[in-house]
């Protein structure tokens, strides 16, 4: 029997909502074990913390007996995605799939037991079906159901093209859970309709209807919209640990609580007194965002990597002492000033076109001092040596003369 | 070149729609053998004179050196027929597939010449269709195009079920037009839709986009309903001569002209005239009726056995000088005052019952005499020969006793 406290976490933590959460603790508690059904899409296989919510939870399952069923879904990848455009794709040749699949795995592997994970193509099955075999699917559900996915009732009303192509993406998913006779699937809140006809289906050709099992949506590091990569407010698996540790760290404060419960194993009572704790404002937050950023870290990197990443970040971020507010100045105009339309820029010519000094020997005279310095928006800062320096800055960066005087470079 | 006559006959008479004439026109004219398209669902192997409509166009045109393609649409007839029921039906087996197109081609080869007629079965193609091609076909076309079609958004707005796979109908049929590369597809004013898919789909997959060519619905002997199996107002191409000729024969009179046009080779300029005849009422309507049933039975039956009908026609039903009307007394009642509930009736208490002798003597002395006839709503009438005559009468059936007493069988 599982305890109270791990049920309650399975269940109710990182989860968003479960058809039917009564027939899933039933099953949880049969003793059986499980096939947990996740798809996963060839033609996008790279993995960020948002994903890693539902891995973590394969994960709390794997641990106690169950079975990962990893779907291939290279035929549901030429369809498209269910969010929204409408055209199809162009299949991903035998070959693409499987370099992808073989990149995905590496990163799905850091969160889900290989052990306990079994993972098939759809072209197992969907590479032999037939004509005959898409009536079946198709004559067992209506258009008008169909219709009621929130993203096709929205195109629809709004007279935007649905392919009668992407009627066919839920029935394709849905014949993945009969054929792998799936327990659970698991999904984003997005992808509740899809899982539903699923288990409908599995019901219509007598098997038992699995569970639907929907996560919730992670904030990206901007703390508003949903993390993607698309959004480029992402955290990939695959950062370096110093990245990972400042891309957390970069998260807004309000986020911090969220992070916690849906990305580490902090116990519950912890997170409510964490939750406290930043209500009153008792803990600066940063050192609760080290703690979080340090433990994520360590759960793609070593122990180690993870220290020296936190050692990074509290030398390069934390020592740079910036003020909260500088002047910018644009690129272009730093580069017009300067007499450098593209390449190197003189340092110097860099120095007087950014005010930061007033003249060219003064510039030179800073440059000789050592005393000019370029931290970029990313990475180590490096000094500008030498008065014959060259430099190429990027947007973003900024660029320090002597103790206090700093200007950010900007767009365009 | 076509003299402008036979151009005018073909592209006007019996058409209800050409999309486009003038592409047709220049087709015809081309000098190249079309190919012309008609599908047939071999769930549904009887021909009626409406359909012939169609295959005497397709007749007109073979005399003109093009040819026909026959599609036996064994997959689309799976699917169900586009106008309404939403159940897909259980595939034919192969036997009941070319046992019905047997049937079915044995009429149509009454009308259509069979040297210039090549049969094709869906399955040729659709028995090694890919779930690839599936989408490779789905991915063309969105829903709300297909929605359009005016059985499909009545019964969407009704509320009324659309399988998803009857969007796959006419996509089916579309496809069939790209394989054997049609250049014009007939079919009823119905058909418009899926015709026009055909059309888009072969300009999409690079072909010449077909011409689509709809023709009218004939009415059936009613006057009032298109000629249906199911409303039973039909004329079979398998009618005996008798049957046929005396089916044409209860068209209502102001069916004539349009029989006439649909369903004969009589010239325009003749039936200009006819029209005019009728309309003025110069001649009985009667003989304009027989000349028709005669020219009909005799594109099915030799000319012979159209003369022979036309006689027996003459004889049985115009002998008969029956009167417009006369007493109507159900066959129930005349079981139950005959003390017959089933089986044979006597005929002396069939004679008292119906109160066409007075008395058991009367009715006797009537039967003896050879004065007592049946007259049957179809086929020749008998007389009832002796005293102890016995008689198993039917509704519909006229009884008569002498030469001016009549009464006429009704249910129950």
Not at 118 to 145: H, M, N, Y
Not at 213 to 230: A, C
Not at 361 to 372: I, K, T, W
Request: with cysteine; net charge negative.
């Amino acid at each position: 029997m599982l305890s109270p406290e791990t049920l309650d976490t399975i269940v109710h933590r990182g989860v968003s909502d479960i058809i039917s959460r009564d027939e899933f603790i039933r099953l949880l508690q049969s003793g059986r074990p499980l096939r947990l059904k996740m798809g996963f899409d060839p033609s996008r296989p790279d993995i960020h913390l948002g994903h890693t919510v539902g891995l973590r939870k394969l994960r709390q399952l794997q641990d106690l007996g169950h079975q990962v069923i990893l779907i291939v879904g290279d035929w549901t990848a030429q369809i498209g995605d269910p969010s929204g455009q409408s055209a199809t794709r162009p299949m991903l040749t035998h070959e693409q799939v499987m370099e992808n699949a073989q990149s995905y795995l590496r990163q799905f592997f850091k969160v889900v037991d290989r052990d306990r994970t079994q993972v098939v193509e759809q072209s197992e099955w969907f590479g032999k079906f037939t004509l005959a075999d898409v009536i079946g699917l198709t004559g067992r559900f209506t258009v008008a159901q169909f219709l009621q996915r929130s993203d096709f009732a929205q195109r629809f009303a709004e007279q935007r093209p649905i392919a009668i192509t992407e009627l066919l993406y839920p029935l394709l998913q849905a014949y993945d859970s009969v054929v792998i006779e799936s327990d659970v699937e698991f999904g984003g809140t997005d992808q509740m309709f899809n899982l539903l006809v699923g288990r409908e289906l599995q019901e219509m050709m007598g098997q038992r209807p699995q569970q639907c099992f929907m996560m919730p949506i992670l904030p990206g590091t901007d703390g508003v919209q949903k993390m993607s990569k698309s959004l480029d407010n992402y955290i990939a698996v695959d950062e370096s640990p110093a990245d990972m540790y400042g891309k957390v760290m970069s998260i807004a404060d309000n986020m911090i609580v969220r992070y916690y419960e849906l990305l580490t194993d902090l116990p519950s009572t912890d997170l409510a007194d964490l939750e406290r704790d930043i209500e009153l404002d008792t803990v600066n937050p940063m050192e609760h965002k080290k703690r979080l950023a340090l433990d994520i870290t360590s759960q793609f990197h070593d122990p180690a990597a993870a220290d020296a990443a936190q050692a990074h970040f509290e030398r390069v971020v934390q020592g740079r002492n910036l003020p909260d507010e500088m002047p910018e100045v644009s690129l272009a105009s730093l580069r017009e000033q300067s007499n450098a339309p593209d390449g190197a820029i003189r340092a110097d010519r860099l120095l007087v076109a950014a005010g930061l000094a007033a003249s060219n020997a003064e510039a030179r005279r800073l440059l000789s001092q050592g005393a000019v310095e370029i931290l970029p928006s990313s990475g180590d800062p490096y000094r500008l040596e030498g008065d014959r320096a060259e430099v190429s800055p990027a947007a973003g960066d900024v660029l320090r003369a002597g103790r206090r005087r700093f200007i950010r470079i900007v767009e365009p």
